[in-house]
């Protein structure tokens, strides 16, 4: 099986700043120490509201990474214009609402308003030459839409399977995301997932062998306010590489 990469997100990094207003926890300085755990690169979701992440935050990180950067970004035109210029190795675009308190859902692709704006984003991605993503329902229909605008890669949520209430729940999600995954490379999309995934519910995820990439923010940012940002990525790091192994629980 091939290995996975694994993003780690540093939003909630900026989340604690943020509390206080002031300069730190600073996610710059905490992407080094994710980057020296492990980590095959690093997300930030630069919101309208910038609620965490800061303009300034990106332009650091494009600055400094020594792995790639993920910029997930709305259809918001000065964020699209600040993705065009710092040229992230990728673009997720991902739905957005003011109030949620995180990202709640793939993007309503079936929509034709929605299709619309993000199908003007892709198109300005994609002249700008930069890798070009999709955070999207585990469904066919979502599917077939992406590799229609002619998109690098989808994005799986894996929220409901993270949100599951009970085993069999759990397992139906897993298998829904297993489809997909297969589907999505069959519709020659590279295919990633992400959003709740945590050390306790990774593993079955992490398994799949068509996934090729999961983004985790909040469980790795959580673990390490224990045990420190390093050996929090590098726990995560080897669960995935024994799930890919066959050696998870």
């Known amino acids: 099986m091939n290995p996975m990469r694994l993003f780690v997100n540093v939003d909630h990094v900026a989340t604690v700043r943020e509390a206080r207003k002031t300069d730190e926890p600073d996610p710059v300085r905490a992407a080094v120490l994710v980057e020296l755990g492990g980590a095959d690169g690093i997300t930030v ?3 309208e509201d910038r609620r965490h992440i800061r303009d300034r935050d990106v332009r650091l990180l494009a600055e400094t990474l020594r792995t790639p950067l993920n ?3 709305a259809s918001a035109p000065d964020i699209l214009g600040l993705a065009l210029e710092l040229q992230p ?3 997720t ?7 949620e308190i995180t990202t709640e859902g793939g993007l309503h692709l079936a929509d034709p308003s929605t299709r619309a704006r993000v199908e003007q984003v892709v198109v300005a991605l994609r002249e700008g030459g ?3 993503s999709l955070f999207v ?3 066919e229909e979502a599917l077939r839409a992406a590799a229609s605008m002619k998109v690098e890669a989808v994005e799986l949520h894996t ?3 993270a949100n599951a209430h009970s085993a069999a729940e759990a397992d139906r999600q897993v298998e829904r995301l297993r489809r997909s995954a297969i589907r999505g490379r069959e519709l020659g999309l590279d295919v990633h997932a992400g959003h709740g995934l945590t050390y306790e519910n990774v593993t079955p995820v992490a398994s799949i062998p068509e996934l090729e990439e999961l983004n985790i923010g909040h469980s790795v940012i959580s673990r390490a306010v224990l045990v420190g940002l390093e050996r929090a990525v590098a726990e995560m790091g080897l669960l995935i590489r024994e799930a890919r192994r066959g050696e998870g629980r």
Request: net charge negative; proline share 8%; hydrophobic share 30%.
């Open 130 to 132: 930069i890798r070009t």
């Open 71 to 73: 910029l997930e970004l």
């Open 89 to 91: 190795h990728q673009a």
């Open 137 to 139: 329902d585990p469904d």
């Open 93 to 99: 675009v991902v739905p957005e609402r003011r109030d």
């Open 45 to 47: 979701h630069l919101r």
């Open 159 to 161: 929220g409901e399977y």
